[in-house]
């Protein structure tokens, strides 16, 4: 699709990680992945609110998800997300690669 957004979200390490910038609120397929709830402070500018991963983005990612309170309280506005095949090892080493640069406010709230 010509209109698909994308944004590198970069780790403390210095890597770089592609995400697919998409509404909220949608539904994905049950694969294996990485997101951000993020809101968009200016045009194509982002502060990422929660960073997480998961096995199944479908049932991960729904309006219930344990952090959609501190997420539309800090105005989340979008969801970045993307698939990841390489096991929940290299996830959680993206997770906490990107939660180290940016300390999102919902990952830091208990």
């Known amino acids: 699709m010509a209109n698909e957004r994308t944004i590198m979200w970069q780790g403390i390490s210095g ?3 592609k995400y697919w910038i998409t509404a909220i609120d949608i539904s994905f397929k049950p694969e294996a992945g990485n997101y951000i709830f993020a809101k968009e402070t200016s045009p194509n500018e982002w502060k990422p609110l929660y960073v997480g991963e998961t096995e199944n983005l ?7 998800h344990e952090k959609m309170p501190c997420v539309k309280r800090n105005g989340g506005t979008h969801l970045h997300t993307h698939t990841s095949t390489s096991g929940e090892a290299t996830r959680r080493k993206e ?3 990107i ?3 940016w300390n999102p406010p919902c990952n830091l709230e208990t």
Do not use: F, V
């Not at 479908?58 to 219930?64: A, I, M, Y």
């Open 15 to 17: 890597k770089k990680y």
């Open 58 to 64: 479908k049932e991960r990612l729904t309006p219930n």
């Open 95 to 97: 997770e906490s690669d």
């Open 99 to 101: 939660m180290a640069k």
